[in-house]
């Protein structure tokens, strides 16, 4: 009877998919998330013969969408993108309905890049120097958007903070499209987003870029300053996306879920593309994608409790 239950298993693995497989995406269209989860759903379908569909489920932090998630079958056709947002918010966030480690299994992660923060061009700052004068010269006159609390954009405006000893003012959006538009339109002064989004518009000079968050400059605004270098000693924030799944999917789904991302995220066309965006691929095995996120929540966790942030 084991022997069969075992073959029974491994055989309903290996016809996986046999249907569409939805990607749950936690956040707003248009960001990082969105672009690379649509990009992954193509390849996906064409590695593994079935559609990925990708849903956008925006809300409350990315806690909307994973929630969803969270409460499907275990059956590796709900899956979850999600990014660093959900590894802060194990700390950030006291009371949401599920927990990251315990209501999840690992995929695979996806890429990593660094941010760059902008200012609307009518803040009188061209460097992050200058930024620190004015902020210090009256504090919370300065404000900054973010997708939400919780989200990188976020915790890097609350690093900033911190480590430079300024107060700005935050401004959490549900999304990071509404966010940048507004930074775009002077609504608001300035944001953290991702460098494969904002690039493009900071070279349209809709807004003017103060520093990447990298410790090395970014290979796509190679004439920006990082943080670090321009007045905030080792100063870093990144965002991080990956693929998880509910607690309990087969460990064969997982398995080949796992080697289909991760041939993608290997391909040389990938990395050529992903790397004139200002995106590294990233390629781990489902038991190391784990402890990446294990290893991500303490880290966030020092520094939510160290810096005394709170989710607003």
């Not at 590796?76 to 990251?100: D, I, R």
């Not at 299994?105 to 941010?115: E, H, Q, R």
């Not at 200002?278 to 990446?292: D, L, N, R, S």
């Amino acid at each position: 009877m084991a022997a069969f239950a075992c073959h029974a298993t491994t055989a309903w693995a290996q016809a996986y998919p046999n249907r569409p497989v939805k990607i749950i995406v936690p956040f707003a269209a248009g960001g990082p998330a969105d672009n690379y989860a649509r990009f992954l759903a193509l390849r996906l379908q064409d590695a593994l013969g079935q559609a990925f569909v990708v849903d956008d489920k925006p809300g409350g932090g990315s806690v909307i969408g994973t929630d969803l998630v969270a409460k499907a079958p275990a059956d590796g056709y709900t899956l979850l993108l999600m990014s660093n947002t959900h590894t802060v918010n194990e700390t950030l966030l006291a009371t949401k309905p599920f927990v990251l480690t315990r209501d999840f299994v690992g995929i695979a992660p996806i890429n990593y890049s660094d941010l760059v923060l902008v200012a609307h061009p009518s803040v009188k700052a061209n460097n992050v120097r200058e930024l620190l004068a004015v902020a210090k010269a009256a504090p919370g006159r300065i404000n900054y958007a973010s997708s939400g609390p919780g989200t990188p954009y976020h915790m890097a405006g609350e690093l900033f903070k911190s480590m430079a000893g300024v107060y700005l003012v935050h401004i959490p959006y549900r999304g990071s499209s509404g966010a940048r538009t507004d930074v775009m339109g002077g609504q608001v002064d300035l944001m953290f987003d991702a460098v494969t989004t904002m690039a493009e518009v900071v070279k349209s000079g809709k807004v003017k870029a103060l520093a990447t968050t990298g410790l090395q400059r970014s290979s796509v605004l190679p004439d920006v300053p990082t943080v670090h270098e321009a007045g905030v000693p080792n100063y870093e924030a990144t965002i991080w996306l990956g693929l998880m799944a509910p607690k309990g999917t087969p460990r064969e789904v997982v398995e080949k879920l796992n080697q289909a991302v991760s041939k993608i995220t290997a391909q040389a066309d990938v990395k050529q593309q992903w790397g004139r965006q200002g995106a590294t691929p990233m390629v781990m095995t489902p038991a190391q994608f784990e402890k990446y996120i294990d290893d991500d929540i303490a880290k966030w966790a020092r520094v939510i409790k160290s810096a005394n942030i709170k989710a607003d």
